[in-house]
């Protein structure tokens, strides 16, 4: 799998835009470590086919054909074990559109919308922007283990305001890959308390070690108010095109969103993403396999170097994603100082922790989808910067 290479790196990409760096770190010339996308060519056979159907044919209105169809249908068979019902699948520009639309056909303005923080920072953006409440029930971190509290979660559950969990499963930032029986407590309060589970699984294909992806499709048979958003733009590094799923088995639900979809004209997608995502589905095993054992050499280097320089940083351990949650609560007691501090001595962007909520305070977020060398480079200096 080859690193980005120069001419990408000449693309007008977010993390390293000077203005984009100056305004949130403070200085422009930084080792870009923050946005969540990848540094690796896509796999050979979506480059293939994407040449090919870039070089072959013009760009008309198109549907998807029956062979995108299929081809999705065996990746969610033999990659989730899921049987994908395509009348319950609905496409959308992005995941964060969906729930922006489920947010505002399921709940009033000032509705509770409970998200668990530290959490994908978006969550709280949309629901500041659809006016809605945000209600926190905050992970506890037992250890380097962090968990859901299902006994305060409950309690949000119980209050008749609050009318929609929003699920980050595996969780975006701290790692976690929750397990079937973690999620079942979770389908049970939402059935209890008649809350309607909006699951993100857009991190699902990135499974470290042997941990294992439950997706919330796997409880239909006792629960159906839930709306799982997904894509496969963090899977085969295609955020710059992709496109999203809402899979959404029960009639009502699906049927007014649909509705929405079709006001605003949001299901017509990009047809390069359809033809990149057949050909991944079809193809893209081998380099997603490579991929993951790239993440873990990856995460070995970090432990290496904290442990070869016996560092109070500390890692919590990953089980998906491919960002690690760094802990700097020995080292620190404010989160702006540890920001600044770390950003200015190492030159390195990270992201802070406290962005994904305040109790993500003192810790901070790397990505590590790029070269061994990279990751080495840039936890090293990391591990100076605050010696
Ligand atoms: C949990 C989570 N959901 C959604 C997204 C973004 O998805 P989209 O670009 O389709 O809105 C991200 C991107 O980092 C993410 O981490």
Redesign the pocket.
Known sequence: MKEIDQKINSLPLIKSHPKTLQSIFGQSNLLPMWV?DMEFEVAKPIQEALINRISCSGFAYEYKPDSFYQAQKRWYKKQYAIDLVKEQTLYS?????TISLVLENFTKENNGIIIQPP??M??KDIIHKTKRRIVKNPLKLIGKHYQMDYEDLREKAKDKNNKILIL?NPH?PVGRVWSKKELKQVVQICLDHDVLLIS?E??KDIILYDHQFCSILNFTDQFEQFVI?N?E??TFNL?GI???LAIIPNDAIRKNILQSFNRYNLGRTNILTTVALEAAYNNGRDWLVDLIQIIENNIQIINEELKNNSSKIKLIPPEG?YQVWLDFRELFSDSKQMFESVTKNSQVALNAGHWFGREGALFMRMNIATSDKKVREAIQGVIESVK
């Open positions: 969540a520009p992005s995941i964060t559109t959490v994908f978006e969550f980050c975006n993100d857009i991190h958003c894509s733009a963090k955020c992709s496109d999203s994603t």
